[in-house]
């Protein structure tokens, strides 16, 4: 029998000392023991651990009495036994009444053994309902903190501050594994900012370092003997695992925490059912600071923290979608009313840039009229560009998409914004993935990038910062978790552009992204960045999460889904406008645009009738199909759609082409318009070039 015990002796004899550790030792005891005789000694044994306390009763320079009311200040029980050579009743009874648990004389030791194993019995019947008591209280406290705290952050905040106060650790904080892997701090108390700051992010797929190990329930085979069997890791020396480590380990181990001088680390995985949702982080200065009893007790308790983290990450992931639905709802309202606006806008840009056109041809170069008529032109074209904007917020714009490479995309945005960015500002590329494509249109993603990167650099404009753009692979594939709500799973390219600035208020969050809507100055935005993004990114089949953390930082976060195929089209650009002879049936309800559309095909060379009613176009066709080589026909018209005439046109059985020219339709788009026999399919107002380019294509088409 090998039975250990840690023996604190109060005796100013060696000699009798020693009759007490031979009686135990006779007994199968493994004692490691210490002698003190006076108040200091004995204040600094107290420190450490001990199983059991023998005193004699009168010392030199101090005594047993003394003794136990030291070890009662303390607070601290242990089985304390007055051992003395000549003590009368009386003062034995006094012992005892001053909290002693049994006196024995030193002439009759071979009562020692039996005393001090009752005592450590009955010491550990106190422990273990001092322990029961504590867990009811702190139960009790964690349930109490659970319905009073209005949010995961208070709550977690709350735990900490209690973790500290139970364990007394320097330093506490408490991980939650997110959708992506990362396990930041959701709380913490004790550590310093520039620890926090290097260790907040880390990944369980990145970095090799004990918290992510714990996390996936996956150590490394040199930290098992550090593991409990609950999977959490207890180390009273960071510098004795440190040295055990091999080499290879050493060369790829984070380690963080050893470096800053942490002696004592605790990592204790949080469980809910069989799953980990994160992990505490428990380190201090001191070694041996979280005794392996703490660590148990913690790890009794950490369901509790478990079911109540699930819960919040419930809550807050049901509020979350519903403030998505809330802000798409409102967007795709606003989208419409812009659409509606679109169409008319449209249609009078068309007036503007069309009969500006042709009078620009009819004036001499240098001629003043020129100059002005040029600036209404190109003050057309703006206005145009803007209603595309709109129109991409809406998701109602056109757009040529084809594979794009996301990571020089990037790049080439950066060149053109790097110019206007202060030296006050430094720009970090994160590129992990340089061979992502996605199927996208070039001009719209280069927009998406350049919003979001302007953004960031005017919230840093007075006081400077860092701007981080990171680029990677993403992918999912459990359609209960997804990052985003309305996020399908599969392959994506990560976008993240991450500024140093002031942060984004609460208050205004759910704001950001309606259209006019902006915190700049007047005349410094004119709002539509952020809902242009949106649009761009809706339009694109992809989804965006915002985080920010006021005083701190802002993350914008987008993901495209990702395009493997490896197809290309291209166009070449025409460098002369075409013309031709043949005979248009020209539709708009609008009598300006009718004109204008009659004048310019005729500048072109064509042979062109107007009508501004499509019924009446009909009629006309039906007359005589041979009359016209093709039909160009507006969208929105009373009595009869631009889709419908075209409709009728095919069911007569004539191979009349229709061009399909609208100002705006959200119920048409160049799909539906082929499905109806339409041959091409463009958005008003277009530029002589473009209508030029586009009847000439259909009617080479026919002929083919």
């Given at each position: 029998?090998n ?5 604190l002796?109060v005796e100013?004899?060696?000699d009798?000392a020693?009759?007490v550790v031979?009686e135990?030792r006779k ?5 490691v ?5 006076s ?19 009168v ?6 009495p003394?003794?136990?009311?030291a ?15 000549n ?8 012992a005892?009444?001053?909290?002693a648990?049994?006196?024995i ?5 071979k009562r020692?053994?039996p005393?001090?194993?009752r005592e ?8 273990e ?7 009811l209280?702190?139960?009790?406290t964690l ?49 310093s900012d520039?620890f ?10 990145r970095?090799?370092?004990v918290?992510?190990r714990?996390v ?5 085979p040199?930290?098992l003997?550090?593991?409990t069997?609950n999977?959490?890791?207890?180390c ?10 091999p ?12 470096k ?7 990592v ?12 505490i ?5 001191a070694k041996?600071?979280?005794p392996?009893?703490?660590v ?13 983290l ?5 809550e807050?992931?049901?509020?979350s ?9 409102k ?5 419409i009313l812009?659409?509606?606006i679109a169409h008319d806008?449209n ?5 503007i ?12 170069p240098?001629d003043?009229?020129?100059r002005h ?17 709109v ?5 109602q ?25 202060p030296?006050?500002?430094?720009i ?38 860092k ?11 459990d359609?209960?978790?997804p ?14 552009v991450?500024?140093t ?10 704001k950001?992204?309606d259209?006019?809507f ?25 989804v965006?999460i915002?985080?920010?953390e ?8 987008a993901?495209?889904?990702k ?8 166009e ?13 049936l ?9 004109e ?15 009508k501004t009613?499509g019924?009446?176009a ?14 160009i026909t ?15 046109i095919?069911?007569s ?7 399909l020219?609208t ?22 107002p277009l ?18």
């Amino acid at each position: 029998m090998n039975k250990q015990l840690r023996l604190l002796i109060v005796e100013d004899s060696e000699d009798d000392a020693l009759l007490v550790v031979r009686e135990l030792r006779k007994a199968g005891y493994s004692v490691v023991y210490e002698c003190v005789d006076s108040s200091e000694s004995m204040d600094a044994a107290l420190e450490r651990e001990w199983d059991v306390i023998v005193a004699d009763y009168v010392l030199p320079l101090f005594s047993g009495p003394a003794a136990l009311r030291a070890v009662r200040e303390k607070g601290i029980d242990l089985p304390f036994i007055v051992v003395s050579g000549n003590i009368g009743e009386d003062i034995a009874v006094a012992a005892m009444k001053a909290g002693a648990h049994d006196y024995i004389l030193k002439s009759n030791l071979k009562r020692l053994v039996p005393a001090i194993e009752r005592e450590l019995r009955d010491a550990e019947v106190r422990r273990e309902r001092r322990m029961a008591e504590k867990a009811l209280h702190d139960t009790n406290t964690l349930l109490k903190l659970f319905t009073i705290q209005s949010s995961k952050k208070e709550y977690l905040d709350s735990v900490a501050g209690l973790l500290q106060q139970w364990t007394g650790c320097e330093a506490v904080g408490l991980r939650v594994l997110d959708k992506e892997a990362n396990i930041p701090y959701e709380s913490h108390v004790g550590f310093s900012d520039e620890f926090r700051e290097s260790e907040h992010f880390l990944s369980l797929g990145r970095d090799h370092c004990v918290c992510p190990r714990v996390v996936a329930g996956a150590p490394d085979p040199y930290e098992l003997k550090y593991m409990t069997p609950n999977g959490s890791f207890h180390c009273d020396d960071t510098m004795e695992f440190l040295s055990h480590l091999p080499d290879e380990a050493k060369a790829r181990y984070r380690g963080t925490c050893m470096k800053v001088d942490y002696m004592s680390l605790c990592v204790i995985p949080v469980f809910y059912r069989n799953k980990i949702l994160g992990a505490i982080h428990l380190a201090d200065r001191a070694k041996g600071k979280v005794p392996r009893k703490t660590v148990e007790y913690i790890e009794s308790i950490q369901p509790l923290i478990g079911e109540a983290l699930h819960r919040l990450n419930v809550e807050e992931d049901r509020e979350s979608l519903e403030a998505q639905l809330r802000r798409a709802q409102k967007l795709e309202s606003i989208g419409i009313l812009a659409g509606g606006i679109a169409h008319d806008f449209n249609n009078i840009l068309a007036a503007i840039i069309g009969f500006s056109d042709m009078a620009r041809e009819k004036v001499p170069p240098g001629d003043r009229i020129k100059r002005h008529l040029d600036r209404i032109y190109e003050a057309g074209l703006r206005g145009r560009d803007l209603v595309k904007r709109v129109l991409t917020f809406a998701r109602q714009a056109e757009q040529e998409k084809k594979p794009l490479l996301m990571s020089s995309t990037i790049k080439e945005t950066i060149k053109l914004l790097r110019a206007t960015v202060p030296s006050t500002i430094d720009i970090h590329f994160d590129i992990k993935t340089e061979s992502g494509l996605v199927l996208a249109d070039p001009v719209q993603i280069q927009q998406l990038v350049m919003n979001l990167c302007t953004n960031a650099i005017y919230a840093m404009r007075e006081k400077g910062g860092k701007l981080t753009i990171h680029l990677s692979d993403f992918s999912f594939d459990d359609i209960s978790q997804p990052p985003v709500a309305r996020m399908n799973p599969g392959n994506y390219i990560k976008l993240s552009v991450a500024d140093t600035g002031p942060g984004i208020p609460p208050d205004i969050m759910e704001k950001i992204f309606d259209p006019f809507f902006t915190t700049k100055n007047p005349g410094e935005g004119t709002g539509l960045g952020l809902s242009v993004v949106h649009g761009i990114l809706e339009s694109h089949g992809g989804v965006m999460i915002v985080s920010s953390e006021p005083g701190k930082e802002t993350v914008f976060t987008a993901y495209l889904p990702k395009y493997v195929e490896q197809s290309r089209k291209n166009e070449a650009a025409e460098s002369v406008i075409p013309s031709g002879s043949e005979r248009v049936l020209f539709v708009d309800d609008e009598e300006t645009l009718a004109e204008l559309g009659q004048e310019l095909l005729t500048d072109l060379g064509y042979q062109v009738v107007c009508k501004t009613n499509g019924r009446e176009a009909l009629a006309l066709f039906r007359i005589d199909p041979d009359r016209f080589d093709v039909i160009i026909t507006d969208q929105t018209m009373p009595e009869m759609t631009g889709i419908e005439l075209a409709k009728e046109i095919a069911a007569s059985g004539f191979v009349t082409p229709v061009i399909l020219c609208t100002g705006h339709s959200q119920m048409v788009d160049a799909e539906a318009a082929r499905a109806a026999g339409i041959r091409s399919f463009v958005m008003k107002p277009l530029t002589k070039r473009e209508i030029a380019k586009t009847v000439r294509q259909v009617l080479d088409e026919n002929r083919a």
